[in-house]
């Protein structure tokens, strides 16, 4: 009984819906009858989106949704202009590169998931004109794309280190788009664990000879690599400027900033100052002003070309506690700010932010907004100075 009780209700119930399931979707235009509830037909925009994937371009999250290229492609493989040459749609100025390794992270890893979550964390922010300069990076002179990130061994940081060596000789292997302001791309990577900057070293060099490197971190990472336990483990984050030195690829105009976790020996300060840096520690901040800091940081540097490199963890574990080495007594987001805002009119070659491991963020994403927010202020000091002449191999 109670189950023709049922099934007479379930009949009655899908005659009273019939109606509108038929109706579904169905427009009468003339009559001003059912609005359309299935998707309208495809526009010229969307047909232009699914052609976009279809052809193996962007379908991922960019820096601050700038344009993706594929610059690890060869130029010649690019679009060619009616007199058969190379298309300047194919060239950029200032590319961003992602390096997602940490396999030379000493303490706590993840910062390979650092170049996905500062470009994540980019989409919240408002890109516009700086308050503080004026300035729109992606609307001035430089033509600035996404290039994506490096296919990284996860299982050996030589092979990963070597293929980011190769990354970089590929982005920066073309003209630029406007070479009258710079002869070759410079690139903005995102890390990844410090390590990573000895590639983009490498390749700065190739183009631009020495540089002064400036140095944001809490660590020297000059350390000396008499004491490691193998060859292979002589190579980390904490020694990647010391192989720089070694490799010849710095000049001894070189500075830390923000400097204040312990050395290990008293050998590591002459090691340091024989690597060719200059220490600014995180509280001398307090007694000499941001002026004061920027200041020595422009007499030390001078007229060379400059890379400078930031380690999130200059920044105290308050304003950034996503990383793999935190120390308390670091600067605030403000400070560091106004410090590479002090830096305007340097020689800047080449930059990166790094060692941001998201596994370690709050939900709103601290730390990798506070990255972004430094991301914008060097892609800023990079168009506010074009580089001008570089090294350019036959393509």
């Given at each position: ?321 996503a990383t793999g080495t935190p120390e308390p007594g670091g600067w605030s ?63």
């Amino acid at each position: 009984m109670l189950d023709r009780s049922f099934l007479c209700l379930l009949v009655l119930w899908l005659c009273w819906c019939a109606p509108a399931i038929a109706g579904y979707g169905a427009v009468d235009e003339d009559s001003g009858g059912q609005r359309r509830l299935m998707p309208p037909p495809a526009t010229a925009a969307v047909r232009d989106e699914f052609d976009a994937m279809r052809k193996g371009m962007q379908t991922f999250n960019t820096f601050a949704r700038l344009p993706y290229m594929n610059c690890f492609a060869k130029e010649v493989e690019g679009t060619t202009d009616e007199d058969g040459k190379n298309s300047s749609s194919s060239r950029y100025d200032i590319a961003i590169l992602g390096a997602p390794h940490d396999i030379s992270a000493t303490v706590r890893p993840g910062a390979r998931f650092g170049p996905t979550d500062i470009r994540s964390a980019s989409l919240i922010k408002s890109i516009g004109y700086s308050v503080f300069t004026g300035r729109h990076p992606f609307r001035d002179w430089a033509k600035v794309v996404d290039c994506g990130n490096v296919r990284m061994s996860p299982l050996d940081k030589l092979v990963a280190l070597r293929t980011l060596d190769r990354a970089h000789e590929a982005v920066t292997g073309r003209p630029a788009a406007h070479p009258d302001r710079s002869a070759v791309p410079r690139v903005l990577m995102l890390g990844g664990d410090h390590s990573t900057t000895l590639s983009a070293l490498r390749s700065v060099h190739q183009r631009w000879g020495k540089v002064s490197v400036v140095h944001f971190d809490s660590h020297i990472d000059t350390w000396d690599t008499e004491e490691a336990v193998s060859e292979y483990a002589k190579l980390d984050h904490g020694t990647f400027l010391y192989f720089a030195h070694e490799e010849g690829l710095i000049l001894d105009s070189s500075i830390h900033v923000g400097i204040r976790a312990p050395y290990y020996s008293h050998r590591d300060v002459p090691n340091d100052r024989r690597c060719g840096f200059e220490t600014v520690t995180a509280r001398d901040i307090d007694a000499v002003g941001i002026r004061g800091v920027v200041d020595k940081i422009r007499r030390r540097v001078g007229n060379s070309s400059v890379y400078v490199t930031v380690d999130i963890d200059v920044l105290d574990p308050a304003f950034a506690p996503a990383t793999g080495t935190p120390e308390p007594g670091g600067w605030s987001t403000r400070e560091l700010l106004s410090v590479l805002h002090g830096l305007e009119g340097l020689h800047v070659v080449g930059s990166d932010v790094v060692e941001v491991a998201p596994a370690y963020d709050s939900n709103s994403q601290t730390t990798a907004l506070t990255a972004g927010e430094v991301v914008m202020s060097l892609l800023d000091l990079m168009v506010a100075s074009p580089a001008g002449n570089a090294s350019l191999p036959a393509l």
